[in-house]
Nanobody, 125 residues
Framework: QVQLVESGGGVVQAGGSLRLSCAAS????????MGWFRQAPGKEREFVAA????????DYADSVKGRFTISRDNVKSTLYLQMASLKPEDTAVYYC??????????????????WGQGTQVTVSS
């Protein structure tokens, strides 16, 4: 079992930056690939970014590539999402997720089986 708690959400103006954190507890953090997802009102949840257990492999949705950076600190058991050049369309509830995965490969979205409660990010124009 892995417990995930997100923090760092808030209201920011377009063009601004925000950093989300996800604190994990339970089994060894490095054994889990981690991901960020988001869900805007009236829309389905969508993939944002993912990172392997070692941190060496990352992947991003095209909509955030070049603006968002996913990282992790396996000593602190914490996942991060640094968001820059934010746009109003980035407004959503952001969720972190975990999938047990040994090796460098990244899970497919449906393979994540542990989820946090979400944190709201609102970007004003």
């Amino acid at each position: 079992q892995v417990q995930l708690v997100e923090s760092g959400g808030g209201v920011v103006q377009a063009g601004g930056s925000l950093r989300l954190s996800c604190a994990a507890s339970g089994r060894p953090f490095s054994m889990y690939a981690m991901g960020w997802f988001r869900q805007a009102p009236g829309k389905e949840r969508e993939f944002v970014a993912a990172i392997s257990g070692s941190g060496r492999t990352t992947d991003y949705a095209d909509s955030v590539k070049g603006r968002f950076t996913i990282s992790r600190d396996n000593v602190k058991s914490t996942l991060y999402l640094q968001m820059a050049s934010l746009k109003p369309e980035d407004t959503a509830v952001y969720y972190c997720a975990a999938a047990f995965r040994l090796g460098a490969g990244l899970p497919r979205p449906h393979e994540y089986n542990y989820w946090g409660q979400g944190t709201q990010v609102t970007v004003s124009s």
